[in-house]
Nanobody, 115 residues
Framework: QVQLVESGGGLVQPGGSLTLSCAASRSIRSVNAMGWYRQAPGKQRELVASIGRDGTTYYPNSVKGRFTISGDNAKNTVYLQMHSLEPEDTAVYYC?????????WGQGTQVTVSS
């Protein structure tokens, strides 16, 4: 089974930046699209960024202009650069494929934005 390992989270002050990484145990080259998701306490998991095989990206309005997703097929890794972080960005961040059939979820990486 595919394993996803997220890393790079931490505690950051409002306005700060973090870059998250997600390493997959298999090739992501043939995947239609990969996404970064987040889940805050008491809330449903939500998609915050996706990148298609052709490089097309998507961001919801809540993070547009602040988050950037990218991928490195050679390393089977997807990245999420996050700038101008806000307390509302506090959540556990996960990556996975887009679509209804998901790979096993990883443990996620905690991002806490607080002064």
């Amino acid at each position: 089974q595919v394993q996803l390992v997220e890393s790079g989270g931490g505690l950051v002050q409002p306005g700060g930046s973090l870059t998250l990484s997600c390493a997959a145990s298999r090739s992501i080259r043939s995947v239609n699209a990969m996404g970064w998701y987040r889940q805050a306490p008491g809330k449903q998991r939500e998609l915050v960024a996706s990148i298609g095989r052709d490089g097309t990206t998507y961001y919801p309005n809540s993070v547009k202009g602040r988050f950037t997703i990218s991928g490195d097929n050679a390393k089977n890794t997807v990245y999420l650069q996050m700038h101008s972080l806000e307390p509302e960005d506090t959540a556990v961040y996960y990556c996975n494929v887009l679509g209804p059939t998901k790979w096993n979820w990883g443990q996620g990486t905690q991002v806490t934005v607080s002064s």
